[in-house]
């Protein structure tokens, strides 16, 4: 889909798309949801299409994911929509962040202090 719209936005409006990285390597945008996506080792897995095209150093596992995060892919159904927006921007230790696996929790943690929620949500 990616590919599509920005070709198209090329092709018709002169606008180049880049790619959304966080200091040059860990993305803004996920493909797949965040708790997959902290588990996709390059060495370990090895190229396979979403590496394709990346540089070596692109951030992968616990570095993959920006800690601004702009968009999440495969998030359909109200109910994991409605938990992932409880971890980022919930109370602290509200169930939905009780839940999570170490990692995911590490990551969850990462975001809300870079977006500085708790100061938000007292």
């Given at each position: ?75 359909k159904q109200v109910g994991p929509v409605n938990s992932m927006n409880q971890q980022f921007y919930g109370r602290p230790g509200n169930i939905h962040l009780r839940n999570l696996k170490e990692r995911d929790s590490r990551y969850v ?14």
């Open positions: 889909e990616e590919m599509t719209t920005s070709k198209c936005l090329e092709q018709y409006l002169n606008v180049s798309a880049e790619p959304m990285l966080e200091d040059g390597k860990r993305e803004y945008v996920t493909v797949d949801p965040y708790g997959n996506m902290l588990t996709w080792n390059r060495t370990e897995q090895g190229e396979w299409w979403y590496w394709l095209n990346k540089p070596a150093d692109r951030g992968q596992m616990e570095d993959c994911c920006a800690s601004r995060p702009m968009g999440f892919h495969k998030y943690t990462k975001v809300r202090k870079a977006m500085e929620i708790e100061k938000y949500t007292l």
